[in-house]
């Protein structure tokens, strides 16, 4: 079979794939198949690559927040859109329950440094403010936690609303 036609059957087989015209382990086989192996293995690295990529954003966010010289407009820019990014891997990837958890825990972990540092600086010393901010995370993470079914993120939200109650009673 010549090489322009394989390449278009491959195309059909991938938009079969994603319109969920038959179901994937078909279009799985039909691809092994055309490929000769391929294109699963390819696509997988290409996905568990972006993963590792998404995973150096969080230390380059932890480093853009405390050892920079940046503006605090710049650096929120900066968190926004390392945020973007894991949002962004979130909705493309919510199908896919395996490579789902690196960006839900990076856009939660970014969330919460950006909410943070934004109640800092705009009610510096007041505790309320981000009293309210951890909270308000919380129940981010709960919300995510019962969507997706992921006991991490509920257990998260309830530990961390029981951490807030504790120093908020310890005041």
């Known amino acids: 079979m010549n090489r322009q036609r394989r390449e278009t059957i491959?195309?059909?087989i991938e938009y079969w794939k994603r319109s969920r015209l038959l179901p994937e382990h078909y279009c799985d086989y039909?691809?092994?198949l055309y490929t000769e192996g391929d294109a699963r293995s390819h696509g997988r690295r290409w996905r568990s690559s972006l993963a590792a990529g998404l995973c150096l954003l969080l230390p380059a966010a932890a480093?853009?927040?405390y050892f920079t010289e940046l503006s605090f407009v710049l650096q929120t820019l900066l968190l926004s859109l390392f945020l973007a990014?894991?949002?962004l891997l979130v909705w493309r990837w919510r199908k896919e329950r395996q490579l789902l958890?690196?960006?839900l825990i990076g856009s939660a972990w970014l969330l919460l440094v950006e909410t943070v540092a934004v109640s800092s600086?705009?009610?510096p010393g007041q505790t309320g403010a981000l009293t309210v901010t951890v909270l308000a995370n919380?129940?981010?993470?709960l919300a995510i936690g019962r969507l997706f079914r992921l006991r991490y993120f509920f257990l998260s939200a309830v530990?961390?609303?029981a951490l807030m109650a504790v120093v908020v009673w310890w005041r």
């Open 10 to 12: 491959i195309q059909e």
């Open 30 to 32: 039909l691809l092994a």
């Open 63 to 65: 480093l853009v927040i």
């Open 85 to 87: 990014a894991c949002l």
């Open 101 to 103: 958890h690196f960006p």
């Open 121 to 123: 600086h705009y009610f």
């Open 138 to 141: 919380c129940a981010i993470w």
């Open 159 to 161: 530990v961390g609303g």
